[in-house]
């Protein structure tokens, strides 16, 4: 197994332009979801998603869309990219949307620089 | 609600013991905790939740005080590799995923 899978590792971008970041995982988890990382504010979700066709906002999810039309895959999409959002973004998984004991897997992260 | 997290870093000998702390002021239902390294990924540690039960590493302890809505994470014995930042995640929900990070102590274990 791969686990899960975050591309590209690092991007940059200018402001106002707009891309995907893409996360996949092969272990069949009900449950991914995306972070984003900035230095000395920790882990913060952004969006989440508890199966195929159902996603939910976290915490800071202005200026991005999710969508998970199969099980394996949730990319992120950044509607138009602000230095604001330069960040190391996660990606993270785990078996099951509901319950108790869900460790969740993180993705290697994709770095993203907006000038 | 963002938990607070204490010490914000702190420097140990190999073979030194430390403590961890972690504190929300909202009522829990778990508390999960994850070990990152410079330029990787967070890796899974504990979760605890209400009642005691907890699941994770063998060579890591903690304890939740569901009274105090506060969860301490026990580094005996410390090894080299232990170092990294440690991070708390809050559960506020029930639903065991959706996570409130603290924003993390960084250990570093030296010879």
């Known amino acids: 197994n791969a686990g899960v899978t975050q591309t590209p590792k690092f991007q940059v971008l200018k402001t106002g332009q707009s891309m995907t970041l893409q996360c996949a995982q092969d272990?069949?988890?009900?449950?991914m979801s995306w972070y984003r990382q900035d230095p000395g504010m920790g882990l913060r979700l952004i969006h989440y998603s508890v199966g195929a066709g159902i996603t939910d906002q976290g915490e800071v999810p202005n200026g991005y869309n999710v969508s998970r039309s199969t099980t394996e895959d949730f990319p992120l999409r950044l509607l138009s990219a602000a230095p604001s959002q330069t960040s190391v973004y996660f990606c993270?998984?785990?078996?099951?949307?509901?319950?108790?004991?869900?460790?969740?897997?993180f993705g290697p992260g994709t770095r993203l620089t907006v000038l | 609600q963002q938990p607070v997290q204490s010490p914000q870093a702190v420097i140990l000998r190999e073979g030194e013991d430390a403590v961890i702390n972690c504190s929300s002021s909202k009522a829990l239902y778990s508390v999960h905790w994850y070990r990152q390294k410079h330029g990787e990924a967070p890796v899974f540690l504990m979760i605890l939740l209400k009642g005691g039960e907890q699941k994770g590493h063998e060579k890591i302890s903690a304890s939740f005080n569901e009274k105090k809505q506060q969860s301490s994470l026990y580094l005996t014995a410390s090894q080299l590799s232990y170092s990294g930042t440690y991070f708390c995640g809050t559960d506020l929900t029930g639903g065991g995923n959706k996570l409130t990070f603290g924003t993390g102590t960084q250990l570093k274990v030296e010879l």
């Open positions: 993270a998984s785990s078996l099951r949307a509901g319950g108790s004991y869900n460790e969740q897997f």
């Open positions: 272990m069949n988890h009900e449950y």
